[in-house]
């Protein structure tokens, strides 16, 4: 699993990857960027940040690119969340830009694949729109922008399927999140609220996708697995 913020842990997928018997292996992006071959692991997971995948600040961002098309290279399955979609669709041909406000709040989707990707509720936060590569297929949108493609055998949510509630008030509460949330017109208050109340409900649909991601990525699920992380 590929991790890249402190404030962005694996969070629900911790307790996903313990019941299903994964051997999950974190990698913090930011603390040492030297990612290991991708043939040491039978899929990957890659975290969402608060980095955007354009900024130059951040010299990190264009390794990852790299590893990610090395893991394509060796069809290793890579599981995109938030950042980590953007990341992707950057490597494998696709583009990220600015949105005109942040999507921030519970969302629903329109979904292709209803038994993978559930109508909600998501948890949606970030500023940017990914533009699709070409080879992929988009799975879920609603009227802000794509929020599920699969390229290849891989599979990514512009959305947080691994936020429980503690981790919704952690990022609500954070700094410069004030700024945030007032340009997506959110109410902070209201929003904490909403979070105790949609987590739970989240929960069910959060563990059907990583199942579903999980039966491509590794269908013998009776061995041991070993999971590349980052967020």
């Known amino acids: 699993m590929i991790q890249h913020d402190d404030d962005g842990p694996p969070a629900l997928l911790d307790e996903w990857a313990r019941r299903r018997g994964v051997q999950m292996t974190v990698f913090h992006m930011r603390r040492s960027p030297k990612l290991p071959d991708p043939a040491a692991f039978e899929f990957a997971i890659v975290l969402g940040s608060v980095a955007h995948v354009g900024d130059r ?6 390794d990852e690119i790299a590893w990610l098309r090395s893991a394509d290279d060796q069809s290793l399955p890579v599981l995109g969340i938030c950042f980590g979609a953007q990341v992707l669709a950057a490597a ?20 292709d694949a209803p038994d993978l990707i559930g109508p909600g509720p998501w ?11 070409p080879a992929a297929s988009e799975l879920a949108r609603n009227e802000f922008c794509p929020q599920a493609y699969a390229i290849g055998p891989h599979l990514a ?42 987590a739970p409900l989240a929960r069910d ?25 980052h967020r």
């Open 57 to 62: 600040a951040e010299a990190w961002v264009a």
């Open 92 to 111: 494998l041909g696709g583009a990220v830009r600015a949105a005109p406000r942040p999507e921030i709040g519970w969302i629903s989707v329109s979904s």
């Open 123 to 133: 948890y949606s936060w970030h500023s940017d729109v990914i533009e699709l590569p």
């Open 157 to 198: 949510v512009q959305f947080h399927p691994e936020v429980t509630a503690a981790l919704a008030g952690a990022w609500a509460a954070a700094p410069g999140a004030a700024e945030e949330l007032g340009r997506a017109r959110v109410d902070a208050g209201a929003f904490a609220r909403e979070s105790e109340r949609m």
């Open 205 to 229: 649909g959060a563990i059907r996708l990583f199942d579903g991601f999980l039966a491509q990525a590794d269908p013998d699920t009776g061995r041991e697995r070993a999971v590349s992380t």
